[in-house]
């Protein structure tokens, strides 16, 4: 639909490497912005959730850290705002959802069920149900959890318990444990660099959008319609050699924290990248793809060769999307300019997208950007 590929363009960032505290971050876990304009910025560091106006001045903070009404202990992924005004923050470590009127007083709380931390978005439907993560099987050792989001009504009643999409399909996987002789074992488990995966989001709109990125497909798993697939052809890019070593390397060294003596204990690294990384559900219902695209060698000015656990990050990927409507349209490629992150997730809509930027120094930025076309404004579809 957008015959050309836009760009994002940056229009409002708030941050500094010095200067007044309220600007500055140290570990942002989330982020939100209100219909107005207003931004919602959780620093877990401080731990603040601080507030700024459409310009990107700075307002006010709402709660604080602690256990009390209006605090919050582990925030993670999890903010929102709903329609009326009310904010919404995921509040794990207090196995709650602690809730904020629109000028920071401390309106309710919604009790979750356990304490699992996530980076994922807190999803708010159509109909202004916030949906909180959970284990569904906490019991269960780390490769057999399974997840599922609780429906939590505006008035803060339990709904329905989501099951996310999981098909019978294995993810290839690296696993590395630890015994230190006394009953007590660690483990972890990482995907194989440029392996395939499986991806499930929430829509706002109500569905589930699932894919495994063997191919470009991508099923909107809608509720009272039929699945709906949408379907895209790519050409292959391949892995490069030193791109593939450096893959390899960070495997190695974060396997061996877990197992000192920690060997390559599964599939190769593909020779050739998955179509798409993984997609995202925006705020408007649009899908995002982060395509994967050929990496370029760039300086590591952080790499330290002294050190030896050191690795040099060389390689990166330009950050490109397909972007499709809701009713699986596709409406054009988007690029993003180096240094926006995706954890905390960015928001996503049409018009414009928010994330953090980090810069060479690690500095975060929180910055909104618009969604710009080279020959103007996007066509809509008839």
Do not use: C
């Amino acid at each position: 639909i957008w015959r050309d590929t836009a760009q994002l363009v940056p229009q409002v960032s708030i941050g500094v490497f010095d200067g007044p505290e309220e600007y500055i971050f140290g570990d942002i876990v989330s982020m939100a912005m209100a219909t107005d304009g207003t931004f919602y910025v959780m620093d877990r560091q401080v731990p603040a959730l601080r507030v700024f106006n459409a310009a990107g001045s700075y307002r006010t903070t709402f709660g604080r850290g602690g256990e009390g009404p209006g605090e919050y202990s582990s925030p993670d992924g999890g903010l929102n705002v709903l329609s009326d005004g009310r904010v919404v923050l995921r509040d794990p470590g207090n196995a709650r959802i602690q809730v904020f009127s629109p000028d920071g007083q401390s309106d309710d709380t919604w009790r979750i069920r356990g304490n699992f931390n996530t980076s994922r978005r807190m999803v708010v439907d159509q109909m202004d149900r916030s949906h909180a993560l959970i284990l569904l099987d906490p019991d269960a050792s780390v490769t057999e959890w399974k997840t599922g989001l609780v429906q939590i009504n505006p008035d803060g009643t339990a709904g329905d318990t989501l099951v996310i999409p999981d098909t019978p399909w294995e993810e290839p996987t690296l696993e590395a444990t630890h015994d230190d002789g006394e009953g007590n074992t660690s483990m972890s488990v990482n995907t194989v660099p440029f392996g395939p995966t499986e991806h499930a989001v929430l829509s706002p709109m109500g569905y589930f959008i699932h894919g495994i990125n063997l191919d470009y497909t991508l099923t909107l798993l809608r509720r009272d319609d039929p699945p709906l697939r949408v379907w895209k052809s790519y050409d292959p890019v391949p892995v490069q050699e030193g791109e593939k070593a450096e893959e390899e390397a960070g495997e190695i060294r974060n396997m061996r924290y877990t197992d000192p003596n920690w060997r390559w204990n599964g599939p190769p690294i593909p020779d050739v990248k998955p179509p798409y990384d993984r997609f995202y559900a925006g705020d408007d219902g649009t899908i995002w793809v982060r395509l994967h695209q050929p990496a370029m060698k760039v300086e590591d000015p952080s790499y330290d060769p002294a050190d030896p656990e050191a690795i040099a990050n060389e390689w990166r990927e330009p950050i490109l999307f397909d972007v499709f409507e809701a009713d699986g349209t596709y409406l054009g490629p988007v690029r993003a300019p180096d240094g926006v992150g995706f954890r905390p997730q960015p928001i996503f809509t049409r018009d414009w997208v928010l994330a953090v930027v980090r810069d060479q120094y690690d500095v975060q930025t929180l910055v909104k950007f618009s969604v710009e076309h080279p020959g103007g404004r996007a066509q809509d579809s008839q």
